[in-house]
């Protein structure tokens, strides 16, 4: 049974094999088949490892093969399926699979060679997460990290005739290799400390690690995360990265890829909690995150652009969670967001499809009559991200904050507030986009229509799981022993638990007094919302004061560019024409002058006469053995020297 | 017997290949007799007996030099790295013109015979000899087939190559004078007791000589310039194996003779292979010709071989040694597209280019492995070399290898430039009328993609191949 785990990554690997070799001579079906019929078997195999960690416990590490081993430094290729593990793998390879699905319909339009690349690359992508989440050690998990960003890379670019589509898969790459570095310098570190990766190794040797150790191998691993999981100050390649087919968006930046980092501290999470003044950063870069982007999401006008803060937002809350140790929270919230954020993705992709391509919520309204499904699927969605119980979101972000609340109640006011503009900038595009009057183009009003079965039975798949999802993680302030996950995932997390041992700190009627509170904010955010937004009528008149500021993201890519890129991009320029040329090259070729020879041996070459050439190499080979005859005489004169 | 033939059947091959004056002859005949060369120094790799791999024969008796060749772990290694490089050279230039086609190839397998001289040598003169021979070709080769610039260019390569020899040759007598029985051999000079001021002395004409040849930041500037002139498939042999020539001649030279110097200058080295990747790497960047930018990228990967030997540490070592064989593969695999782009679009500018994934889709997949392994993605064969070195250097200091790291950023930064200049986009005048690249450029990229994977999935053959080779140089340096 446990052989089978090689067998979750297998398929996605032949899939993109098969679909990449012979992409031009496959027919679409085909293509379709086979790349979602092979994230398909790798869920069945999941959902059979999960079954059977649920009643044993983790399974032993599998090695594969012996990946570097000289002397003392030794790294496998093994994987590992424990608790956070398996639940990762049922989300990848589940939702995987529904976004595969939801993609034969989506991209249908493509020539076939472009649809067999881009199912070769999505299935290439599913075998790197499956990797990075599978690895026994942080080696691997580096492997499929870095795998996930080429995915990441080659898929925002895919319509690579768009210059502006592949400077943002360019700027997603670069951000993310300087997230890279840190988990890199990170791994180093760990290396050089415990001379091992494998994690049952490392953790079983935290004392062996200084306090300056552990600070900085969390601080360095966090830097990693920053890139991938998009959180201040590396967050600007994410919106970015809509450029991409709008399945793509679903699965890879909003569902899996993006939560590679929070999936890399829940691993680590011992280090973490022994490193309190990590977390507080964590902490504070997730909340200042979370909030920050939501401002942005608020006057954005683009479906996807909005969606795409929403999830940095929303990431931002899962770092709160790492940051106040609740990992269990971060890891929940991780699922719950994966349902609705990847549903509200394919349900923007669904409104694209019936528009024609526009993304613009201004040139949208009224979807909802002609798109039933699609419309109902979402505000569901919208629900669940607003926090509106029962819904999953309502959960897990609940859990998030009262961990928040207990380590300082300040972080779980601005997490609230935060919430708030989540519920009203969610409801702003779901009014824009499904109520009111149409406001799009004759045209597009005619060729609306809802999308085809194999897009919308994804839709209700995920807004099912939306919808319940929530409730495999019940506080134990509405109902005890109901957290579902909590005691599912107890052995990954026992070692902080262990560590930390404290009790809580607040009462179970002060949370439902809490919790009762914001739902009931946030049900009169959404009223407001709905009933601004179903209202809207089409303007193009400039935003003001901070609207604009807003509209235009608080222009950090333009300060990114003043302060970072071109002063770099300037001194690349200095070095290379200044440094280089006149300085260094310079002085060269002034000894070269100095010498004296240039002249005459350029006449020579020239003229053709290489001949001369070699005889000034016979000539000197010459003087040489000359001077080994006279042995003696030369190291007389060599001793004088020396 | 096996290092012989390594030297000899490129000797006579390029002595028959100037009496051939076909084209297509002297085309096939070099084809031939460079995969017999990658056979003989395959059968090196395998060869489990140490008679087979050692050779020894008089010389110059009289000055005490012995004809001694011997492969050991890392000389099996780079004879190899050579043996494949010649085919995939000629194969995939072959339906470009060389006038005098039969002095060309002569010259490009006489330069092969004086790299596999260089790596087998175990005799400091001979060393030197073989040295100077891989030298002459190369000037001959683009002197007289390079571009517009190339006599300014060649006499520069020439005079600063030369410059380092003569250094290296003067070290070398210093230390023939100290040996005892007045001997060239390399046993001698590792028996060597050299006082910490005769080491430092001995350390610098010997380094310099090298960091010329790899090149160290600096001793560069003729590099740039001597690869953008050369013609592509000479270009390919000096970035994809002559540079090695410095790196080994460090480690089999200097770690060993000049143990106390390395580690009282190891600091100095490396701030200078440190400034000289990240100087390459912004330099990188803003280049418009693609021959420039890689020459630029190599330098940046050459400091960080450079910086790994000297922080002396195992592991790094042990990735210099894979990373010299991969950068030599994987580095040839981008000329061979600089070279088709070049041939069949008549320009390497990037501002000219553009859009040419439209036209060429097979060459621009191949392209994109190659510039992911350029940038060390896991499980390409970089990767494994970039993380052992790096570690190295991390465990020698850790903030050297924090600043060296910005170097993964900017590789990342030159090198997706780089693709996406010349291969998205829209088409422009240069690639609009653009087919895909022949068949012999696609299968030899194909072959180095496989070379790739494999390496990058499944490294531990090659990190065996030069175990022992690592495990005798640190010995030495960790005794002081």
Known sequence: MNNLVYLIPFFPLLGFLINGLFRKSLNKPLIGIIGSGSILASFVVSLLLFFQVKSNGALPVQPLFSFIDVESFKIAFAFQVDQLSSLFLLIITGIGFLIHLYSTSYMHDEPAEHFGRYFAYLNLFVFSMLLLVLGANYVIMFIGWEGVGLCSYLLIGFWFKNNNYNYAAKKAFVMNRIGDLGFLLAVFWILAKLGTVEYYEVFAQTAKLSNADIFGITILLFIGATGKSAQIPLYTWLPDAMAGPTPVSALIHAATMVTAGIYMIARSNILYTMAPVTQVIIAVIGLATAVFAATIALKQNDIKKVLAYSTVSQLGYMFLGLGVGAYTGAVFHVMTHAFFKALLFLGAGSVIHAMGGEQDIRKMGGLAKKMPQTNWTFLVACFAIAGVPPLSGFFSKDEILAAAFEKNSLLYYIGVAGALMTAFYMFRLYAMTFLGQFRGTHEQEHHLHESPAAMTIPLIVLAILAAVGGLIGIPEAILPNAHKLEAFLEPVFEQSTRYVHEAHTVSHSTELMLMGVVTVIIIGVIVAAWRKFSKYQYSDAEETGLGKVLENKWYVDEIYDAVIVNPLLKLAGFLKNVVEKSGIDGIVNGVGRFVGYSARQLRLLQSGQVGNYILFMVLSLVVLFLVFWNETIISEFLKKIF | ?480
């Open chain 2, 1 to 480: 017997m096996i290092p012989v033939l390594l030297i000899l059947i490129p000797i006579v091959a390029g002595l028959v290949s100037f009496f051939l004056k076909n084209e297509k002859a002297a085309k096939g005949w070099s084809v031939i007799a460079s995969l017999v060369t990658l056979a003989v120094s395959l059968a090196g790799v395998y060869e489990q007996n140490a008679a087979a791999l050692h050779a020894d024969a008089a010389w110059l008796p009289t000055l005490g030099s012995r004809f001694t060749l011997h492969l050991d772990g890392m000389a099996k290694m780079l004879t190899l790295l050579t043996g494949i490089s010649m085919p995939l050279v000629v194969v995939s230039t072959i339906k470009n013109d060389y006038r005098n086609a039969g002095n060309f190839y002569g010259l490009l397998l006489w330069l092969q015979a004086g790299l596999m001289g260089v790596f087998v040598s175990a005799d400091c003169l001979l060393f030197y000899f073989f040295w100077e021979l891989a030298l002459i070709p190369a000037y001959f080769l683009c002197s007289g087939w390079g571009g517009e610039k190339r006599i300014p260019v060649t006499f520069k390569f020439f005079v600063y190559t030369f410059l380092g020899s003569l250094l290296m040759l003067v070290g070398i007598l210093f230390l023939y004078f100290k040996t005892p029985d007045h001997s060239f051999a390399i046993a001698s000079f590792y028996k060597l007791n050299l006082t910490p001021a005769e080491q430092s002395f001995g350390f610098w004409l010997f380094f310099i000589a090298f960091a010329i040849k790899m090149p160290v930041f600096p001793f560069h500037t003729w590099q740039p310039d001597t690869y953008e002139q050369s013609p592509t498939a000479v270009t390919m042999l000096l970035s994809g194996v002559m540079v090695k020539m410095g790196l080994y001649g460090v480690i089999r030279w200097i770690l060993p003779v000049f143990p106390a110097a390395v580690v009282r200058f190891d600091h100095i080295v490396i701030i200078l292979c440190v400034i000289g990747i990240l100087y390459a790497s912004l330099i990188a960047i803003k280049q418009d010709d693609i021959k420039r930018l890689v020459a630029y990228s190599s330098i940046a990967h050459i400091g960080l071989m450079c910086a790994a030997i000297f922080s002396s540490q195992q592991v790094g070592m042990q990735g210099v040694m894979v990373q010299m064989f991969n950068h030599g593969v994987n580095v040839i695999g981008l000329w061979i597209v600089v070279d088709a782009i070049e041939q069949n679009q008549g320009t390497r500018k990037f501002s000219e280019l553009g859009g040419l994934a439209q036209k060429a889709p097979g060459l621009a997949i191949l392209f994109v492995i190659m510039a992911f392994a350029n940038i060390a993605l896991p499980l390409t064969n970089a990767f494994v070399g970039e993380f052992m070195m790096f570690n190295g250097l991390f465990r020698y200091n850790g903030w050297m290898a924090g600043i060296a790291g910005i170097s993964i950023i900017l590789a990342a930064v030159y090198t997706l430039g780089m693709v996406q200049k010349i291969f998205y986009g829209n088409t422009v005048a240069a690639t609009e009328n653009a087919v895909d690249s022949d068949f012999s450029v696609k299968l030899m990229l194909a072959i180095l993609v496989v070379v790739i994977v494999v390496l990058g999935v499944y490294p531990q053959p090659m990190l065996q191949l030069t175990n022992d080779t690592v495990h005798s140089v640190l010995t030495k340096i960790h005794s002081f």
